[in-house]
T-cell receptor, first 111, second 116 residues
Framework: GQQVMQIPQYQHVQEGEDFTTYCNSS?????IQWYKQRPGGHPVFLIQ?????EVKKQKRLTFQFGEAKKNSSLHITATQTTDVGTYFC???????????FGKGMKLTVNP | KAGVTQTPRYLIKTRGQQVTLSCSPI?????VSWYQQTPGQGLQFLFE???????NKGNFPGRFSGRQFSNSRSEMNVSTLELGDSALYLC???????????????FGEGSWLTVV
């Protein structure tokens, strides 16, 4: 079945650093979504990318959808302690309404 | 407006028992889906309901079932609980369709189930 892989699974950065996390799907996606889950919390929708090569920004977060619509990236600039959490990417499976999630990238920030 | 509400938030059950979890979607949302989250397997899709009909189902045994009522509220039931069913069960709602249709899904805070 469809698989969504995220790398790295863990990322520890110093406050103020930039970093990028990647998401790869085994199949072409109609769209890709990113979620953030704070420790002890629930996933919160961040953004959805639909078009090939699409780039969207939310303040210090930049999301990109690959040209082949099989991969995506999340880049965070000037990381802050408020960025701590697990970031998930997810894509719909085939034509269904089933979301397939990656295992997540857990971010910790050293102040 | 109120978000997705799940009850109960925390519960402890014994192996072999059954459990029912409840979800009230955001007002106006008609699609409700359920996910299981565990440290080992991550977020896994259980099923999705729309207008009281199950439209999609994940790869879980028949012990996991659900239903949706005419007011869009949903319940999921797990029978003959096993230790491995200990997890965070998340409900999510969206307006009409789900992610394939481009709809944003909104998660509730989840129900933490511990099976002992």
């Amino acid at each position: 079945g469809q698989q969504v892989m995220q790398i790295p699974q863990y990322q520890h950065v110093q406050e103020g650093e930039d970093f990028t996390t990647y998401c790869n799907s085994s199949t072409t996606l109609s769209n890709i979504q990113w979620y953030k889950q704070r420790p002890g919390g629930h996933p919160v929708f961040l953004i959805q990318l639909v078009k090939s090569g699409e780039v969207k920004k939310q303040k210090r977060l930049t999301f990109q959808f690959g040209e082949a619509k099989k991969n995506s990236s999340l880049h965070i600039t000037a990381t802050q302690t408020t960025d701590v959490g697990t970031y998930f990417c997810a894509g719909p499976q085939g034509g269904s309404e089933k979301l397939v999630f990656g295992k997540g990238m857990k971010l910790t920030v050293n102040p | 407006k109120a978000g997705v509400t799940q009850t109960p938030r925390y519960l402890i059950k014994t192996r072999g028992q059954q459990v029912t979890l409840s979800c009230s979607p955001i007002s106006g949302h008609r699609s409700v889906s359920w996910y299981q989250q565990t440290p080992g397997q991550g977020l896994q899709f259980l099923f999705e309901y729309f207008s009281e009909t199950q439209r999609n189902k994940g790869n879980f045994p028949g012990r996991f079932s659900g239903r949706q009522f005419s007011n869009s509220r949903s319940e999921m039931n797990v029978s003959t609980l096993e230790l491995g069913d200990s997890a965070l069960y998340l409900c999510a709602s969206s307006r009409t369709g789900g992610p394939t249709s481009g709809n944003t899904i909104y998660f509730g805070e989840g129900s933490w189930l511990t099976v002992v």
